[in-house]
């Protein structure tokens, strides 16, 4: 049938090739049959691509296009065609012209018609006459409708244009709006210099985008739209109506000027919005040393600050005491003013802090060593991340000698970073905790906490360590209290490995450096062995169910926790203060769920608890080989939680005949090689995978404690193709135990790791 016109409109089944009146009942009773969820972005895509208009430049997601294609697509309907007299009933027909002509888009007889148009055009994909049938409407309702959305959203601003550089094209407008990219885009050369000739200003070099240690800390990446915030105050100091176009950026603004209009009219804005940005507080500071914009908002700045050097300095006290009050002491001087009796008072702690807590016998080495390394700070000697200073630092300004924030607050305060300033900085902090408590001995544990990475720093830079970390004559006296805790679970320590398990008792404070290396080695194998015991007193119940639910609840650090204080190692742990076994912040970023009727509270600060345990555990490890460090887990498991955990039923002559026994659970516990991996399984296996790997690789080097951690039952070390169902290595364990598996695949694993290739 050809295309052909009747004093209606255009025929819509010559459109779509429909050749008969069978044909077209058949496609409007499915239309009224079929659902799907109309959307405008849909219909616009659909539109788009039949108007050869399916490109970046024309974009469906765009709401203003999205509207434009809803109109033209109404307009062919119900104007142009024939269409929406075979969709509506005559009185519908009559309202859908009415409500049409009014403008009621959202008209629910219309978004009707809508919807049954998408239907066709979807089903009809390929089939029809319409390819660049909408092409000119649509581009000329998009026009319509921008230029609607302009004069309704942009009223304000487009009146300030006008005055400046009259004719600017409302396109420029609704890029500016739209464009993803305006908060990062750079302004056109030919303006950049055109400012720079004005302001002496490199408007492209100051704001660009910086990498690394060179970006600020304190708007976290949000630097380009404080940036913009400042320029769209610049084009209308209106706060209200820019908090319905934050969006709008105003560099893609200019440039869109320049690009649409002319230079010459970009130039009269830009002229006008540096002529607003120099009446504005500390911009002719950013000018002068070429600063991005967003460096002019000094108390922002400066806040931002303050709560920066609060989070890295005593957010890991949280879980202590309540830290509220710090809040009010300025840490941040000389941005921040302070009192002269904080300075006089967080002195005098700090030096007790460093005299008597920690150094009273290399005190005068210490202090001279802070000193002069400050000093050399200062004359520009060093200039590392890692320079003492900068740890003396590190709270406000993070963990850099050379970031923005260091040359930012140099130029509001030029003296900033001088010898004095640093500490008066630290000495603000030491007074800072004189708030939290009126015991000396608990401020010098929390300045412990704050000043860790100095306290290393000292032991690794010149070898002096502290008190505590020198004093070993609790050492002893622990050790030969744990010794008789093991025994009781037939645990025979010899002195071979006593290192290891006082190493398992002490905290990071009373760890020498090479001691505290020793921490993840141990950990990982107690981890290990730890998580094997629970999976194999687990499976082997008869009785369980849920297995990978109730592995995870008994291998957090939660269970750990409750195991070590009803054992008494709790009462062992070596520590000064405030412990921190292995990190600063002393967190435990999961939700933690009770285990027992016994409810843990605040578990943030007991989990060194849990990794001292694993570590118990690593020692009898290595003191006295892979079965009895298992056995030994299990029994600490099973004395600690009687009524969730029992005895393994292991596939004995004696309990195959035992008829309270499930039949089925010999088939769950001994599957064919290969078989599907059941979630048992796959829980046992993967905490197996774990101790086999660490039997035949150990834990000395960090890669291979990185590779153990992330390998997830991977069987490609053992030397099998698949990793699916039963490995044979698996298979082997359940039916001739760990042992077999260690003598068969060890040497295979080891190459393999060392070939680095088969996994």
């Given at each position: 049938?050809?295309?052909?016109?009747?004093?209606?409109?255009?025929f819509?089944?010559?459109?779509?090739?429909?050749?008969?009146?069978?044909?077209?009942?058949?496609?409007?009773?499915?239309?009224?049959?079929?659902?799907?969820?109309?959307t405008?972005?849909?219909?616009?895509?659909?539109?788009?691509?039949l108007?050869?208009?399916?490109?970046?430049e024309y974009?469906?997601?765009?709401?203003?296009?999205?509207?434009?294609?809803?109109?033209?697509?109404?307009?062919?309907?119900?104007?142009?065609?024939?269409?929406?007299?075979?969709?509506?009933r005559?009185?519908?027909?009559?309202?859908a012209?009415?409500?049409?002509?009014?403008?009621?888009?959202?008209?629910?007889?219309?978004?009707?018609?809508?919807?049954?148009?998408l239907?066709?055009?979807?089903?009809?994909?390929?089939?029809?006459?319409?390819?660049?049938?909408f092409?000119?409407?649509?581009?000329?309702?998009?026009?319509?409708?921008?230029?609607?959305?302009?004069?309704?959203?942009?009223?304000?601003?487009?009146?300030?244009?006008?005055?400046?550089?009259?004719?600017?094209?409302?396109?420029?407008?609704?890029?500016?709006?739209?464009?993803?990219?305006?908060f990062?885009?750079?302004?056109?050369?030919?303006?950049?210099?055109?400012?720079?000739?004005?302001?002496?200003?490199?408007?492209?070099?100051?704001?660009e985008?910086?990498?690394?240690?060179?970006?600020?800390?304190?708007?976290?990446?949000?630097?380009?739209?404080?940036?913009?915030s400042?320029?769209?105050?610049?084009?209308?100091?209106?706060?209200?109506f820019?908090?319905?176009?934050?969006?709008?950026?105003?560099?893609?603004?200019?440039?869109e000027?320049?690009?649409?209009?002319?230079?010459?009219?970009?130039?009269?804005?830009l002229?006008?919005?540096?002529?607003?940005?120099?009446?504005?507080?500390?911009?002719?500071?950013?000018?002068?040393?070429?600063?991005?914009?967003?460096?002019s908002?000094?108390n922002?700045?400066?806040?931002?600050?303050?709560?920066?050097?609060?989070?890295?300095?005593?957010?890991?006290?949280?879980?202590?005491?309540?830290?509220?009050?710090?809040?009010?002491?300025?840490?941040?001087?000389?941005?921040?003013?302070?009192?002269?009796?904080?300075?006089?008072?967080?002195?005098?702690v700090?030096?007790?802090?460093i005299?008597?807590?920690?150094?009273?016998?290399?005190?005068?080495?210490?202090?001279?060593?802070?000193?002069?390394?400050?000093?050399?700070?200062?004359?520009?000697?060093?200039?590392?991340?890692?320079?003492?200073?900068?740890?003396?630092?590190?709270?406000?300004?993070?963990?850099?000698?050379?970031?923005?924030?260091?040359?930012?607050?140099?130029?509001?305060?030029?003296?900033?970073?001088?010898?004095?300033?640093?500490?008066?900085?630290?000495?603000?902090?030491?007074?800072?905790?004189?708030?939290?408590?009126?015991?000396?001995?608990?401020?010098?544990?929390?300045?412990?906490?704050?000043f860790?990475?100095?306290?290393?720093?000292?032991?690794?830079?010149?070898?002096?360590?502290?008190?505590?970390q020198?004093?070993?004559?609790?050492?002893?006296?622990?050790?030969?209290?744990?010794?008789?805790?093991?025994g009781?679970?037939d645990?025979?320590?010899?002195?071979?490995?006593?290192?290891?398990?006082?190493?398992?008792?002490?905290?990071?404070?009373?760890?020498?450096?090479?001691?505290?290396e020793?921490?993840p080695?141990?950990?990982?194998?107690?981890?290990?062995?730890?998580g094997?015991?629970?999976?194999?007193?687990?499976?082997?119940?008869?009785?369980?169910?849920g297995?990978?639910?109730?592995?995870?609840?008994?291998?957090?650090?939660?269970?750990?926790?409750?195991?070590?204080?009803?054992?008494?190692?709790d009462?062992?742990?070596?520590?000064?203060?405030?412990?921190?076994?292995?990190?600063?912040?002393?967190?435990?970023?999961?939700?933690?769920?009770?285990?027992?009727?016994?409810?843990?509270?605040?578990?943030?600060?007991?989990?060194?608890?849990a990794?001292?345990?694993?570590?118990?555990?690593?020692s009898?490890?290595?003191?006295?080989?892979?079965?009895?460090?298992?056995?030994?887990?299990?029994?600490?498991?099973?004395?600690t939680?009687?009524?969730?955990?029992?005895?393994?039923?292991?596939?004995?002559?004696?309990?195959?005949?035992?008829?309270?026994?499930?039949?089925?659970?010999?088939?769950?516990?001994?599957?064919?090689?290969?078989?599907?991996?059941?979630?048992e399984?796959?829980?046992?296996?993967?905490?197996?995978?774990?101790?086999?790997?660490?039997?035949?690789?150990?834990?000395d080097?960090?890669?291979?404690?990185?590779?153990?951690?992330?390998?997830?039952?991977?069987?490609?070390?053992?030397?099998e193709?698949?990793?699916?169902?039963?490995?044979?290595?698996?298979?082997?364990y359940?039916?001739?135990?760990?042992?077999?598996?260690?003598?068969?695949?060890?040497?295979?694993?080891?190459?393999?790791?060392?070939?680095?290739?088969?996994?």
């Amino acid at each position: 049938m050809s295309m052909y016109r009747h004093r209606d409109g255009l025929f819509w089944l010559s459109l779509f090739s429909i050749p008969s009146e069978k044909e077209k009942k058949q496609l409007l009773k499915w239309i009224n049959e079929r659902h799907i969820d109309y959307t405008a972005q849909w219909l616009a895509s659909e539109m788009l691509e039949l108007s050869g208009m399916g490109h970046s430049e024309y974009r469906a997601d765009d709401p203003c296009m999205q509207a434009a294609c809803e109109h033209v697509a109404l307009k062919f309907m119900l104007c142009d065609s024939d269409l929406a007299k075979d969709l509506l009933r005559e009185e519908e027909l009559a309202k859908a012209t009415e409500v049409y002509a009014r403008k009621q888009y959202n008209s629910k007889l219309l978004q009707k018609i809508l919807h049954d148009f998408l239907n066709i055009l979807i089903e009809e994909r390929g089939k029809n006459n319409l390819r660049n049938l909408f092409t000119i409407s649509i581009i000329d309702e998009l026009r319509k409708v921008q230029e609607e959305e302009i004069n309704r959203t942009y009223g304000a601003l487009k009146k300030a244009i006008e005055k400046v550089a009259s004719g600017v094209k409302s396109n420029c407008y609704y890029e500016a709006e739209h464009d993803f990219y305006g908060f990062i885009t750079p302004i056109n050369d030919s303006l950049n210099q055109f400012l720079l000739n004005k302001l002496g200003y490199n408007f492209n070099q100051a704001n660009e985008r910086h990498a690394g240690n060179g970006m600020s800390t304190l708007f976290c990446n949000y630097e380009q739209k404080v940036s913009n915030s400042i320029l769209q105050l610049a084009l209308v100091n209106d706060t209200e109506f820019w908090a319905n176009h934050e969006n709008f950026g105003v560099v893609t603004f200019i440039n869109e000027i320049a690009k649409l209009n002319d230079i010459r009219h970009a130039e009269k804005v830009l002229s006008f919005i540096a002529e607003n940005l120099q009446k504005m507080p500390h911009m002719q500071l950013v000018f002068e040393h070429h600063f991005p914009l967003w460096m002019s908002k000094r108390n922002e700045l400066i806040e931002s600050l303050e709560d920066q050097a609060f989070r890295f300095a005593f957010k890991r006290l949280e879980s202590y005491c309540d830290l509220s009050i710090v809040k009010s002491v300025p840490l941040c001087y000389p941005m921040s003013k302070a009192e002269p009796a904080f300075f006089e008072i967080g002195q005098r702690v700090w030096e007790h802090f460093i005299r008597d807590y920690n150094y009273p016998n290399d005190y005068e080495t210490v202090a001279k060593y802070l000193s002069n390394e400050v000093k050399h700070f200062i004359l520009g000697e060093t200039h590392e991340h890692n320079d003492i200073a900068v740890i003396l630092d590190a709270a406000p300004f993070r963990y850099s000698a050379d970031n923005e924030d260091r040359r930012l607050f140099t130029a509001y305060h030029p003296d900033c970073f001088s010898f004095e300033n640093i500490w008066k900085r630290v000495y603000l902090k030491a007074y800072a905790v004189t708030l939290l408590s009126g015991d000396e001995q608990m401020q010098f544990s929390y300045l412990q906490r704050i000043f860790v990475d100095l306290i290393k720093a000292i032991e690794r830079r010149i070898g002096i360590c502290t008190v505590h970390q020198l004093d070993t004559s609790t050492r002893d006296k622990h050790f030969e209290e744990l010794k008789q805790i093991l025994g009781t679970y037939d645990v025979n320590v010899t002195e071979e490995h006593k290192s290891d398990y006082i190493i398992s008792l002490l905290d990071r404070d009373t760890a020498l450096i090479e001691e505290a290396e020793s921490f993840p080695v141990l950990e990982q194998i107690g981890d290990a062995i730890y998580g094997l015991a629970a999976a194999e007193l687990l499976f082997y119940d008869p009785d369980t169910e849920g297995m990978a639910e109730k592995f995870e609840h008994f291998t957090r650090a939660e269970a750990q926790v409750l195991i070590s204080k009803k054992q008494g190692f709790d009462k062992l742990y070596l520590q000064i203060g405030l412990p921190a076994k292995y990190v600063e912040f002393d967190t435990l970023y999961y939700n933690i769920e009770t285990l027992d009727e016994e409810k843990l509270q605040e578990l943030n600060h007991e989990k060194y608890l849990a990794d001292s345990l694993e570590m118990i555990i690593g020692s009898v490890y290595r003191d006295l080989g892979i079965e009895q460090a298992i056995g030994f887990a299990k029994q600490l498991l099973l004395k600690t939680f009687p009524k969730q955990l029992r005895k393994e039923v292991r596939p004995t002559e004696e309990n195959k005949h035992n008829k309270d026994i499930d039949m089925d659970y010999w088939s769950r516990i001994l599957p064919s090689p290969c078989s599907v991996m059941t979630g048992e399984l796959r829980t046992l296996w993967n905490a197996l995978d774990k101790v086999i790997l660490i039997a035949s690789l150990g834990t000395d080097d960090k890669d291979k404690r990185r590779y153990i951690t992330n390998s997830f039952g991977n069987t490609a070390i053992y030397g099998e193709s698949h990793n699916y169902g039963v490995a044979w290595a698996f298979h082997d364990y359940l039916n001739n135990g760990l042992l077999s598996v260690l003598e068969k695949y060890g040497e295979t694993i080891r190459d393999n790791y060392k070939n680095n290739k088969k996994f």
